[in-house]
């Protein structure tokens, strides 16, 4: 099992940037591989980012390829998720999952952070 807690969410101006973590609890980090997705209030969760577990591939939703990036540390059992140029429509709940394969559907995953909040304000 691996437990994953979200950090890093906050309000901020569009055009701005926030870098969002996932730190998992738990020795197995490295087998994982490492998702990010949000919601929006009246939404369904959005995949938005996956990162192997070897670090070698990473894939990225239209709506975020370019402005976002996804990237891991498993000597630090983080995930991280860098947003640039960020949009009032990037509003939403964000989650970090983790899994054995880099799904896009949400319900394929097990273990789910707590979520944090990020507001971006026109």
């Known amino acids: 099992q691996v437990q994953l807690v979200e950090s890093g969410g906050g309000l901020v101006q569009g055009g701005g940037s926030l870098r969002l973590s996932c730190a998992a609890s738990?020795?197995?980090?490295?087998?994982?591989?490492m998702v990010w997705f949000r919601q929006a209030p009246g939404k369904q969760r959005e995949f938005l980012a996956a990162?192997?577990?070897?670090?070698?591939?990473?894939s990225y939703a239209d709506s975020v390829k370019g402005r976002f990036t996804i990237s891991r540390e498993n000597a630090k059992n983080t995930v991280y998720l860098q947003m640039n140029r960020l949009r009032p429509e990037d509003t939403a709940v964000y989650y970090c999952?983790?899994?054995?394969?880099?799904?896009?559907?949400?319900?394929?995953?097990?273990?789910w952070g707590q979520g944090t909040q990020v507001t971006v304000s026109s």
């Open positions: 738990g020795r197995t980090f490295s087998s994982y591989a």
């Open positions: 999952a983790a899994g054995g394969y880099y799904y896009t559907q949400p319900n394929r995953y097990d273990y």
């Open positions: 990162i192997s577990q070897n670090d070698l591939y990473t």
